[in-house]
């Protein structure tokens, strides 16, 4: 498809793979800006603009809330307004309370909204995508991102623990859909190429496993060969903002629409290859 595929926020964990990819481009822009954002739209001229600019500390964001909304909640907003191609927008499991996961694609979430500042500011990002109706809108849904070289996770702050051969606690209560960066870009890249002339409103793109944080701490330490007993779990989830403790995402639509979705143990073994 000969598209060109603009990225904003082209550092981060998931940009910083996609702007390796053929015919997609960093748009150097500050999306809290909209003189700015125009300036890169105009100079790149997108046919489909990717959103990965996004404030991703979960506790952080307790405490820099106005700072928070101006990228994830006003810098959609400030994108829509000057883009008319297709805004993919990234999301995220934490805009739902919790209470009633794993999640599909419904976008009316007020019986179950996030508790936490994060959660809540990406949910207010959402609804700016379909501002517009005669615009194509993505949101594109995804959680527990591993596996980008350079850039600390879960996986590599578990592997941390276990080489130092203490024992730790990790919590069984937190449940999720861990996934694989590479795999989320092969799936954004299924997207794109098969549904640019009909794209859905809303869709999942995540591991196909919803486990909590202890069962993925266990698939690591098996899968890296360490020892398992090391990690003990506990119920209380540690940080200051209230996570979605049943969360993760459900992925039906993602195999309609025919997008690959890994399992974690496959996201897992590939990691290790290019970890090592």
Not at 67 to 82: F, K, Q
Request: net charge negative; hydrophobic share 40%.
């Amino acid at each position: 498809m000969d598209k060109t595929i603009g990225i904003t926020g082209y550092k981060g964990r998931l940009g910083s793979v996609l702007v390796t990819k053929p015919n997609f481009v960093a748009l150097d822009c500050d999306v809290t800006n909209p003189t700015s954002i125009a300036s890169a739209i105009k100079e790149a001229t997108p046919d489909i603009i990717i959103n990965c600019a996004a404030f991703t500390d979960v506790d952080d964001a307790e405490r820099r809330y106005t700072h928070v909304l101006g990228i994830n909640d006003y810098g959609v907003m400030n994108i829509r307004d000057a883009f008319e191609g297709w805004l993919i927008q990234m999301s995220t499991d934490y805009i739902f309370g919790g209470v009633q996961g794993p999640y599909g694609e419904r976008f009316n979430i007020d019986e179950d909204f996030a508790k936490g500042k994060y959660g809540r500011s990406k949910a207010y990002g959402e609804t700016h995508v379909f501002t517009y109706p005669d615009r194509f809108g993505t949101i594109v849904r995804t959680t527990m991102l591993y596996g980008s070289l350079g850039y600390p996770d879960f996986v590599t702050h578990i592997l941390d623990r276990l080489k130092i051969s203490v024992p730790f606690e990790v919590p069984y209560t937190l449940m999720g859909s861990p996934t694989y960066v590479p795999h989320l870009v092969e799936g954004i890249l299924a997207l794109i190429e098969h549904h640019w002339h009909n794209p859905p409103p809303i869709v999942n793109i995540v591991g196909l496993d919803v486990i909590s944080r202890y069962d993925f701490a266990l698939m690591i330490a098996s899968i890296w060969g360490y020892d398992k007993t090391l990690i003990n779990p506990i119920r209380e989830v540690p940080g200051k903002a209230i996570r979605p403790r049943k969360a993760g995402l459900k992925v039906g639509l993602a195999h309609k629409l025919k997008i690959p979705i890994h399992s974690v143990i496959e996201g897992l073994e590939e990691y290790k290859k290019y970890y090592e």
